[in-house]
């Protein structure tokens, strides 16, 4: 477990170093403070929310396009109605934009968690390490003057490297609405499969930060 963490934080820090050099050449790095309201259909007691803070440096190659995007991040998530805080995630995502309308990245994360990831009653501290891919696909569903609606349908697969298999899948669907230059709303319902234990469907509602 020490050893995992050990080459984890080291990685982190070589690609936070390495994504600092490219916000020498990136005209405007992307700062997102991402605040989420989740509320579980399935389970009681389980309304959770969460922080989270990035920043996307973008590779550009001669012509200022961007090759790929590097995101470190750092999220915090509370279970409300518990009064816990249930998991601390530190971590670096690259992706690329594949075409407008698709993107796809692949986190590496460590986290601290104290939580309910096998049966809703059953809370277990631990850390852990975790791959998280993730396919986006969205499509601009309206624009009037200033307003813009965005649709989007997201996949994410996460692999826990401590256990040795893939822990979660979870598809996503909703809206996205930027309000003014700085700030987005959306709403999405979501589907968790938590492999070979219980699923949620969710509802979340956030509030992002965007400059």
Do not use: M
């Given at each position: 477990m020490k050893i995992k963490a050990c080459v984890f934080i080291t990685l982190a820090s070589f690609l936070l170093?390495?994504?600092?050099?490219?916000?020498?050449?990136?005209?405007?790095?992307?700062?997102?403070?991402?605040?989420?309201?989740?509320?579980?259909?399935?389970?009681?007691?389980?309304?959770?929310?969460?922080?989270?803070?990035?920043?996307?440096?973008?590779?550009?190659?001669?012509?200022?396009?961007?090759?790929?995007?590097?995101?470190?991040?750092?999220?915090i998530r509370r279970n409300i109605d518990k009064d816990l805080r249930e998991r601390k995630e530190l971590g670096v995502e690259i992706g690329k934009d594949i075409f407008p309308w698709l993107y796809l990245g692949d986190a590496i994360q460590h986290g601290w968690m104290k939580e309910d990831y096998r049966y809703p009653a059953d809370y277990v501290k631990r850390d852990y390490t975790e791959s998280e891919t993730r396919l986006c696909f969205s499509h601009?569903?309206?624009?009037?003057?200033?307003?813009?609606?965005?649709?989007?349908?997201?996949?994410?697969?996460t692999y826990d490297f401590n256990v040795g298999a893939g822990v979660?899948?979870?598809?996503?669907?909703?809206?996205?609405?930027?309000?003014?230059?700085?700030?987005?709303?959306?709403?999405?319902?979501?589907?968790?499969?938590?492999?070979?234990y219980y699923d949620s469907d969710t509802f979340e509602a956030t509030v992002t930060l965007v400059f």
């Open positions: 170093t390495f994504s600092l050099c490219f916000a020498v050449w990136d005209k405007k790095p992307e700062f997102r403070w991402i605040q989420l309201y989740r509320y579980d259909l399935r389970q009681d007691n389980h309304q959770l929310y969460t922080n989270r803070l990035s920043f996307t440096f973008n590779y550009l190659d001669k012509k200022e396009k961007s090759l790929f995007k590097l995101t470190p991040f750092f999220e601009q569903l309206l624009s009037y003057k200033s307003f813009n609606l965005k649709g989007f349908v997201l996949d994410e697969y979660r899948n979870e598809v996503a669907i909703g809206l996205i609405v930027p309000v003014g230059k700085y700030l987005e709303t959306g709403i999405n319902w979501r589907h968790i499969d938590r492999i070979h």
